[in-house]
């Protein structure tokens, strides 16, 4: 049995390191709808349509189509075009509180409802995502309560 020499394993580890960092992409639909497909071809089966907002985690990208993930881990393909420069999230829990800081002792600003979009800021990097309500509100919320960030 031959083993690895120690530059090898230096260079897979650091392979391994760099496959094990990459963050989560997400992307959301930005037309008024989307149609997803089996297949990256207009051809292809159509599965489902999704309104705008729409977040998903981005798998693949070719040139005019994206391989995606739903929350639920199904795998489809919809047209690039249909994208949004805009991030967004979906609240996940039954009713989702938006707080003024990010932080649970911080006043409530509003709630929306499960599957209600909300536009993304950015993460805060303490679990916490900085978030925009399509009529203006801005506050945060709970990553762990939120899909598409």
């Known amino acids: 049995m031959q083993l690895l020499n120690p530059s090898h394993l230096v260079v897979l580890c650091t392979l391994f390191c760099a496959v094990a960092a990459h963050a989560v992409d997400y992307v959301s639909v930005g037309e008024s709808s989307a149609i997803l497909y089996d297949a990256p071809s ?53 009713l989702l509180d938006v707080r003024s800081a990010p932080d649970f002792g911080a006043p ?18 303490t679990g916490w995502i900085n978030v925009r309500h399509k009529e203006g509100e801005v506050g945060f919320v709970r990553s762990t309560e939120v899909w598409g960030e």
């Open 108 to 125: 409530r600003l509003f709630q929306v409802r499960q599957q209600v979009a909300l536009e993304s800021l950015g993460a805060t990097g």
């Open 42 to 94: 207009l051809k292809a089966s159509k599965l489902f349509v999704v309104n705008r907002y729409m977040p998903f985690e981005q798998v693949v990208s070719l040139e005019n189509w994206v391989k995606v993930r739903d929350r639920s881990g199904a795998l489809y393909w919809l047209e690039k075009r249909v994208l949004g420069n805009k991030k967004y999230v979906f609240a996940v829990i039954p």
